[in-house]
């Protein structure tokens, strides 16, 4: 009898170890609150977060991320990369313009009419931006985002099964 309860608590104790560190350093699920990346992804969707996908490689144009927002550390935003560390960067008239060339975003909802002057990524950050770029507090309001606040990229929507996928 003593055995088994044993081997049940060892069986509990290294599962739990398991998930532990698989939690803290591979993936995690981020659950996507409030519209500003609507209609890429909905409020209330569960996500999974790959966190090593930046270990050995940096953010890319287009990517999905979460990252602690600049503002408020202790809180997680989720944007799309839109430019990188030495890119220029503008918007006219809701349309974004990456190192002068008009970007397509089949993805964005709502591009709004506003301007954002030039401006110049600086190394080791990021410039993002929501994909309902009406409703969304990002790099307009907070600046480029140090690479050290980007927790992972965004993979999956898992939750609910009518949304399930690969985030594009």
Do not use: C
């Amino acid at each position: 009898m003593m055995d088994t309860v044993k081997d049940i608590l060892e069986v509990v104790v290294t599962a739990l170890i398991i998930a532990i560190l698989i939690r803290s350093l591979v993936v995690e699920t981020f659950l996507v609150e409030g519209p500003s990346m609507e209609p890429t992804l909905m409020s209330g969707e569960r996500l999974l977060v790959s966190k090593i996908a930046y270990r050995f490689g940096t953010p890319k144009r287009g990517d999905v991320v979460v990252l602690r927002y600049p503002l408020d550390p202790s809180r997680d935003y989720i944007k799309r990369v839109v430019a990188v560390g030495g890119d220029t960067v503008e918007l006219r008239l809701g349309r974004l313009y990456v190192n002068g060339k008009l970007m397509e975003e089949p993805y964005v909802h709502q591009p709004g009419l506003y301007n954002m002057s030039p401006i110049t990524v600086p190394k080791g950050t990021v410039f993002v931006l929501g994909d309902h770029r009406t409703n969304s507090e990002d790099s307009r309001s907070f600046g480029p985002v140090r690479l050290e606040l980007i927790k992972g990229k965004a993979l999956l929507i898992i939750w609910p099964p009518k949304a399930m996928g690969f985030i594009k």
